[in-house]
């Protein structure tokens, strides 16, 4: 089920931000998107790895999460002055509050949703998710998306992936970001 939380005047919504666990869809929906809005794509990730040199699973094998969400917090506030950008951004990334209220200041932020067979299924075969580095994955799936649950709920808008095709929901966030801004 999709939600839409009404949202305050105040705003100067100018971006589109894509939060959610991995597998949600956040970098193939966001280049749908900004292709379909024409932005400019934005993936946090890889703006680390960019400015780093190194590998997300580097840094978190080298430097531990900590260090990881530090290099986060910077990359976002970096984007708060960028205009017609759709950052997609890491899993973690909205568990950090201020984070969420960078984005917020910005962008409308919207959360993909998807159930956690879902994830796995989706992520099963990739090798570059440090935190599915672990014993029992499906376990570590369950137990990060209970912990991350509030802060995804805290989204302008939730949308569920589990039954929809990337291009499904890439039009579902167009038009949420679409409805937003005549409404405001």
Same mark, same amino acid.
């Given at each position: 089920m999709d939600y839409f939380l009404p949202m305050h005047n105040d705003r100067n919504i100018v971006n589109l931000a894509l939060i959610g666990f991995m597998g949600t869809g956040k970098t193939s929906v966001g280049r749908l998107v900004a292709e379909q809005m024409n932005f400019e794509f934005l993936d946090t990730d890889e703006l680390i790895q960019t400015a780093t040199g190194r590998t997300i699973a580097d840094i978190f094998a080298q430097d531990g999460e900590p260090a990881f969400r530090t290099l986060e917090q910077r990359v976002?506030?970096?984007?708060?002055?960028?205009? *017609?950008?759709?950052?997609s951004t890491g899993g973690g990334l909205p568990t950090h509050l201020p984070n969420l209220t960078s984005l917020k200041q910005h962008a409308l932020v919207v959360c993909l949703?998807?159930? /956690?067979?879902?994830?796995?299924e989706r992520v099963c075969h990739q090798s570059h998710r440090p935190l599915l580095h672990n014993p029992d994955p499906?376990? *570590?799936? &369950? $137990?990060?998306?209970?912990? &991350?649950? /509030?802060?995804? *709920?805290?989204? $302008?808008?939730?949308?569920?992936?589990?039954? &929809?095709?990337?291009r499904e929901v890439a039009h579902q966030v167009a038009h949420q970001y679409r409805f937003a801004l005549s409404h405001r």
């Open positions: 976002v506030a970096e984007l708060a002055g960028r205009q *017609k950008t759709l950052i949703w998807a159930s /956690p067979e879902k994830i796995w499906r376990a *570590k799936i &369950r $137990d990060l998306l209970a912990v &991350r649950e /509030p802060f995804y *709920k805290q989204a $302008d808008v939730l949308v569920n992936t589990d039954l &929809r095709t990337m």
